[in-house]
C-alpha cells in the first residue's frame, strides 16, 4: 500500500498574536488592569519539512491496522496545535 499527499490546505493568512488586554477583578473592585504583547517571533508561518506512515501491522487481510503518522515541522509548534489527516473511505 502506498500513501500519497495529494492535498494540504493552511490557513489562508497568517497574523501575530500581538497584545492581549486584561483587567483582574475582585468583588465590585478592579485590582489591576494592564496588557501583555507577546514576542512578534514567537509564531511563525512554516512548511512540513518530513512526514513518515507507520502501519502497525502488515499481515494480509488483517483489519483493522492501525497507523502512526510522524511530521516533523521546519519550525516550533505551539502546544495545543493539531492537523487533520482525512483518509479516503
Known amino acids: 500500500m502506498t500513501f500519497t499527499v495529494d492535498a494540504i490546505t493552511n490557513p489562508g493568512n497568517f497574523e501575530d498574536t500581538g497584545s492581549a488586554a486584561f ?43 492501525k497507523y502512526s503518522f510522524t511530521l516533523t515541522p521546519k519550525a516550533r509548534v505551539a502546544k495545543g496545535s493539531y492537523i487533520i489527516i482525512t483518509l479516503p473511505p
Not at 26 to 53: H, R, V, W
Request: without cysteine; proline residues 5%; hydrophobic residues 35%.
Open 23 to 65: 483587567t483582574m477583578t475582585f468583588g465590585d473592585g478592579k485590582i489591576d488592569e494592564g496588557t501583555y504583547t507577546m514576542a512578534s517571533n514567537l509564531f511563525t508561518p512554516s512548511t512540513i519539512t518530513s512526514m513518515s506512515i507507520y502501519a502497525h501491522d502488515r499481515t494480509a487481510a488483517f483489519f483493522p491496522v
